[in-house]
């Protein structure tokens, strides 16, 4: 698969090669050694989300599992995490210890439903990685940013996931 990527054609193959090749010490765009994260943040209005059949909702995770297996056999999948709804999310806002608020409270039509940590060299190989997400999932938009600080903490098991149910209002 061929991408236009900025001012060149790049595939997602064109990156297994470089990486292999790359060196552990390498330095990335923050002159920092060490391998180079990006976070692809996914966002989809909640509501149409909430109101797709369980059919769909698998047929859109099936698709997504595809890419998310290709991008593990390149080694370049770190962790992602599909977020349960806006609606059991709290907000930290305020001076000293701060308010506890129902709700994460964005101004924004389309909501923060999940993320991926990617391994890649550069922006045009993030921005493929991210097309292959938007081709199994047309209707999300996928932001691409570098990360600046990664702590992989202790392995966490996989999870078992919960029962996404659409928000009442």
């Known amino acids: ?23 552990l010490g390498q330095i990335n765009p923050f002159g920092k050694r060490g391998v180079m994260l990006y976070a692809i943040l996914a966002y989809h209005v909640e509501t149409k989300v909430m109101s797709c059949t369980p059919q769909h909702d698998a047929a859109v995770m099936a698709n997504l599992s595809r890419v998310h297996e290709l991008l593990n056999q390149n080694g370049r999948l770190g962790p992602v995490a599909r977020l349960a709804t806006t609606r059991t999310a709290h907000t930290l806002r305020g001076p000293r210890a701060g308010t506890v608020l129902d709700g994460p409270f964005a101004e924004t039509k389309e909501q923060l439903l999940g993320f991926y940590i990617i ?27 570098p990360v600046a600080l990664f702590l992989p903490g202790a392995a966490i098991p996989q999870g078992e996931p919960i029962e996404m149910t659409p928000p009442t209002g």
């Not at 190989?125 to 047309?138: C, Q, V």
């Open 1 to 23: 698969m061929v991408y236009v990527a900025r001012n060149h054609s790049v595939s997602m193959s064109d990156y297994e090669t470089v990486r292999a090749d790359r060196p």
């Open 119 to 145: 391994d890649f060299d550069n922006d045009d190989a993030a921005i493929a990685a991210a097309r292959e997400l938007r081709r199994a999932n047309p209707s999300a938009v996928y932001e691409m940013r």
